[in-house]
T-cell receptor, first 113, second 112 residues
Framework: GENVEQHPSTLSVQEGDSAVIKCTYS??????FPWYKQELGKRPQLIID?????GEKKDQRIAVTLNKTAKHFSLHITETQPEDSAVYFC????????????FGAGTRLFVKA | DVKVTQSSRYLVKRTGEKVFLECVQD?????MFWYRQDPGLGLRLIYF???????EKGDIPEGYSVSREKKERFSLILESASTNQTSMYLC???????????FGDGTRLSIL
């Protein structure tokens, strides 16, 4: 069945360093890849997304890359800050019927001051 | 700004009870979703709906049913609650396929 694998499950970095989270999807028909950030006790919120016709997208300190051939995509956060500490989820949307979205298991990012 | 409202933040029920979780969105979105969130397992799709009275099973529909009688409201029903259904439940919506989903604050459900 459809699957999205996300690594690492936990990531600890020093403030100012970069953080990279990687995801792999199984269904080659997937064509939309959002990333969500969930702070403790709060709802997941979209931070960046990429569509299958684009290889890279950047928004200030956050960037996402997509490799359709290898079926993987990555989130890059540069110059990390303590407020970046949260759980990050990748997801892949599959165009079947009502467009199903499969989420990765999440990465807990700790940014140490 | 899109608002997705879940009826309860915390809910405690007993084994065997029928439980209703309600979700309302105010943006006239076509699609609505119910997820279950457990540590280490991410967000798992229970059911989704892409139109009134339409529903599709997600990855873990067993023990759950849904109802969408009006476009803005999507209800999750636990027919006979069991302790393994203790979890955080998140509702979400989006307007069209391949758009970001907007989430509610979640309902932390405990089944005793």
């Amino acid at each position: 069945g459809e699957n999205v694998e996300q690594h690492p499950s936990t990531l600890s970095v020093q403030e100012g360093d970069s953080a990279v989270i990687k995801c792999t999807y199984s269904d080659s028909a997937s064509n939309y890849f959002p990333w969500y950030k969930q702070e403790l006790g709060k709802r997941p919120q979209l931070i960046i997304d990429i569509r299958s016709n684009v290889g890279e997208k950047k928004d200030q300190r956050i960037a996402v890359t997509l490799n359709k051939t290898a079926k993987h995509f990555s989130l890059h956060i540069t110059e990390t800050q303590p407020e970046d500490s949260a759980v990050y989820f990748c997801a892949a949307s599959i165009p079947t019927g009502g467009f199903k979205t499969i989420f990765g298991a999440g990465t807990r990012l700790f940014v140490k001051a | 700004d899109v608002k997705v409202t879940q009826s309860s933040r915390y809910l405690v029920k007993r084994t065997g009870e029928k439980v209703f979780l309600e979700c309302v969105q105010d943006m006239d979105h076509e699609n609505m979703f119910w997820y279950r969130q457990d540590p280490g397992l991410g967000l798992r799709l229970i059911y989704f709906s892409y139109d009134v009275k339409m529903k599709e099973k997600g990855d873990i529909p067993e023990g759950y049913s849904v109802s969408r009688e009006k476009k803005e409201r999507f209800s999750l029903i636990l027919e006979s609650a069991s302790t393994n259904q203790t979890s955080m439940y998140l509702c979400a919506s989006n307007g069209y396929s391949n758009q970001p989903q907007h989430f509610g604050d979640g309902t932390r459900l405990s089944i005793l």
